[in-house]
């Protein structure tokens, strides 16, 4: 069963800052891996999608990496906003349950003006 | 494009009663994904719908059921609510195939008192 994990919980930092969110899976057996963002209340926008085969994906300030044979993917906001303040899940696709994703609970990032 | 749209935005019900749930997927995207997200946790599968049949379901019980129509919307239904249900009842749509990304709608607030 595939399990996923994000920490931290929680993290508040100053406008300006670069940070790394992280994620880590317990099956390596992924097809992909995809980043979203989840205002309170809010459904989920999609930041990044990466597939199993690639190991990073970049979009604006956002770079995500993968590493499947340790199971690990980071998420790295550069330069942060106020605007980024939200939660951030993680999830991952395996080829064991095609078309099911199975998400982390999610960082909630806080970035302070 | 409208993107995912679902509806109602809110909902109350009291325990017992049955509530149907509504979704409307990206512009042609044939496979949709219910999901449900308690307070302060991840999105849990409940099911997938692909041309109109159930493709896959996590653990939740027979109360939760769904639909697709020909158009490719989907319904979720839930009988006998409790008061563990209430939830962010989030809806994504995708193309079928496995390494596609996921689109979610804003989701559907259900409170069961």
């Known amino acids: 069963k595939q399990e996923v994990t994000q920490i931290p919980a929680a993290l508040s930092v100053p406008e300006g800052e670069n940070l790394v969110l992280n994620c880590s899976f317990t099956?390596?057996?992924?097809?992909?891996l995809q980043w979203f963002r989840q205002d309170p209340g809010k459904g989920l926008t999609s930041l990044l999608l990466?597939?199993?085969?690639?190991r990073e994906q970049t979009s604006g300030r956002l770079n995500a990496s993968l590493d499947k044979s340790s199971g690990r993917s980071t998420l790295y906001i550069a330069a942060s906003q106020p605007g980024d303040s939200a939660t951030y899940l993680c999830a991952v696709k395996g080829n064991t349950n095609a078309g099911k994703s199975t998400f982390g609970d999610g960082t909630t990032l806080t970035v302070k003006p | 494009d409208a993107g995912v749209t679902q509806s109602p935005t809110h909902l109350i019900k009291t325990r017992g009663q049955q509530v149907t749930l509504r979704c409307s997927p990206k512009?042609?995207?044939?496979?949709v994904s219910w999901y449900q997200q308690a307070l302060g946790q991840g999105p849990q599968f409940i099911f997938q719908?692909?041309?109109?049949?159930?493709?896959q379901r996590g653990n939740f019980p027979d109360r939760f059921s769904g639909h697709q129509f020909p158009n490719y919307s989907s319904e979720l239904n839930v009988n006998a609510l409790l008061l563990g249900d209430s939830a962010l009842y989030l809806c994504?749509?995708?193309?079928?195939?496995?390494?596609?990304?996921?689109?979610f709608g804003q989701g559907t607030r259900l409170t069961v008192v």
């Open positions: 990466i597939q199993s085969s690639q």
């Open positions: 099956d390596s057996a992924i097809y992909n």
């Open positions: 512009s042609g995207h044939d496979t």
């Open positions: 719908y692909y041309e109109e049949e159930e493709r």
């Open positions: 994504a749509s995708s193309w079928a195939g496995i390494n596609t990304e996921a689109f």
